[in-house]
């Protein structure tokens, strides 16, 4: 019964009888309330990590390297190589338009993610992991040739028994998807889409939105979690003249971190977690015992007493992260998903979900030669090493960021209700999530006209908080409500429990990706505007999008009368 497969759904617990199961389901893992226990994996000792966190995991043969017996702190940070150009391309059906064209190919590579560990087998987009980050300016295009350069075998455990990753498929497939990005349909990287060593696509990203970090990763139908754990993935910032004209903190003041976790071996190789059943080897979740911060475990960063900003992006494929300073500094958050805030929003922590990115002011001045650190809950990511003269800074932080309107509930023309499911099996473990009860392959049922403004209302019946994104569109959090679960999986009626809760102030931005806690409906306004044609929505965390938590959409075009 536990070996059956999505595809036949009638064998699986639904909701309902899933809830008479909660004794079992909460002795496993979970994010409760605030969505970042999973991040005391990082803490805890591993026994504790896996009991919370992946109850279908076998431990590996020979354990894994625990990372707290590495010296901290004896790595520098690196900072990502700009993305080049190769030279122009065509602007697809744009007759004489020319734009900058890069080449970036998908290859396997071997680096240190620590002083004193043997190199690691990684697959990398351009030579690095993260990979090179584009340089992007708001209304310029660019074009990207996505060459497949990968060995024919993949190195991290495929299971055949997922929708799109048959035996017979090859197995190191990749397309490439520009999160956050407003593009076309045939250049969004549709998870079908994927092409084998040898070949390439050729994307067109218009850059035709606000300056804002988003990053590019891989797509692949039912792999998507291996891809990105492998290291494909990198950063993609779109800047603006106005962001530009606030004076923020800038050039070598101005930090990526690209936050992921990983197990690794004992001689420092990546380590995927799998199940007890061989012909079914994919986990619920995945957490890593070692935090990578730009590729590196502890790295440390030489600061000056002044401000700096960071663009933090969650890349990990299921972890959340509670970010904050410690001894503890002030921390502004200044943007998130899909840009600047209105105005900064003093914070003592920053929550970040797999996918959300937080643009973060953070100011050393009067912490001079101290020695400062990054930490998720109690543990540390990085170090801080601040110079110990005291230095001018010119940069600003702004009252006020960018003007950023709330839409209004009225301006929407449809409400979707639309359900977070998982199926368990008989002893409650997870055999995979769903979107609105449907898989994948059933014929797409949200379908948007372009131009229209939607409400989209989250019903998550599960114990997990999900990030849901959608391509394409960037939306903004209406509020968050707990309801009465049984009573909407028995009698199909919606319940509220609570009073309704609006976002955080640092959630009031437009944003790409939406924690959508568990027991809560999250109310989601998104206008789409862009483009029509057939895009994705799905969770953000791999284990589950790769485990049919994700659904087509289709933007109609407009019509005109
Ligand atoms: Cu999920």
Not at 45 to 53: E, V
Not at 441 to 469: A, Q
């Amino acid at each position: 019964m536990g070996q059956g497969r999505i595809s036949s759904l009638p064998q699986f617990f639904w909701g309902a009888k899933n809830e008479g199961k909660s004794d079992l389901l909460t002795t496993r893992r979970r994010f409760l309330e605030g969505s970042v226990l999973a991040a005391a994996g990082a803490v805890a000792p591993r026994a504790f990590s896996h009991a919370m966190a992946m109850p279908q995991a076998t431990a590996p043969v020979v354990p894994n390297l625990d990372p707290n017996n590495l010296a901290r702190f004896v790595d520098p940070l690196p900072l990502p190589v700009i993305a080049r150009p190769v030279g122009m391309a065509a602007v697809p059906g744009a007759a004489g338009e020319r734009v900058p064209h890069y080449r970036l190919a998908m290859r396997a590579i071997a680096a240190r993610l620590h002083r004193d560990l043997p190199p690691s087998r990684l697959w990398s987009y351009g030579g690095s992991v993260p990979g090179v980050m584009f340089e992007a300016r708001s209304g310029q295009g660019l074009s990207v040739e996505w060459a497949n350069e990968l060995p024919p075998k993949h190195f991290l455990p495929i299971d055949h028994s997922l929708h799109g990753a048959e035996k017979g498929t090859p197995e190191s497939r990749g397309v490439v998807h520009l999160h956050g990005g407003k593009t076309p349909a045939d250049s969004d990287g549709y998870p079908e889409d994927w092409y084998p060593p040898g070949k390439s696509r050729t994307y067109y990203y218009p850059n035709d939105q606000d300056a804002a970090l988003l990053w590019y990763h891989d797509h692949a139908m039912g792999i998507n979690r291996l891809n990105v754990y492998a290291g494909l993935f990198g950063l993609y910032v779109i800047r603006d003249p106005v962001e530009e004209a606030l004076n923020l903190p800038g050039g070598k003041y101005e930090v990526p971190l690209v936050l992921c976790d990983r197990d690794l071996t004992r001689d420092g190789q990546l380590s995927y977690p799998v199940s007890p059943n061989p012909e079914r080897p994919w986990v619920p979740e995945v957490f890593g015992l070692a935090q990578l911060v730009n590729g590196k475990l502890f790295p440390y960063l030489d600061v000056e007493p002044r401000k700096y900003r960071f663009r933090i992006l969650n890349a990990a494929n299921g972890r959340f992260y509670r970010l904050s300073v410690s001894p503890v500094v002030q921390i502004h958050q200044i943007g998130t998903d899909q840009g600047l805030l209105s105005a900064p929003v003093a914070v003592s922590d920053v929550q970040l979900a797999p996918a959300e990115r937080a643009d973060l002011v953070i100011d050393f001045a009067g912490h001079q030669g101290a020695q400062l650190q990054l930490m998720s809950e109690s543990f540390p990511l990085m170090q801080f090493r601040v110079s110990a003269s005291p230095v001018p800074d010119p940069s600003d932080l702004p009252a006020s960021l960018r003007p950023l309107a709330r839409i209004a509930e009225s301006s929407a023309v449809q409400t979707r209700r639309l359900t977070l499911d998982e199926t368990t099996n008989m002893v409650a473990e997870s055999q995979g999530m769903l979107l609105n009860k449907t898989p994948w392959h059933m014929p797409i049922t949200e379908r948007p006209v372009l131009g229209t403004t939607e409400i989209w209302e989250l019903v998550n019946l599960t114990d997990d908080v999900h990030p849901i994104h959608l391509h394409m569109v960037k939306f903004q959090i209406l509020d968050r409500r707990r309801f009465d679960s049984f009573q909407y999986m028995t009698a199909g009626t919606l319940r509220y429990v609570d009073r309704v809760m609006a976002p955080d102030p640092n959630e009031m931005g437009w944003k790409d990706t939406a924690r959508v806690n568990a027991k809560t409906v999250t109310r989601i306004i998104v206008p789409f505007q862009g483009y029509s044609g057939r895009y994705v929505w799905h969770c953000h965390i791999l284990e589950h999008e790769d485990n049919e938590m994700m659904r087509p959409y289709e933007v109609l075009p407009a019509t005109r009368s």
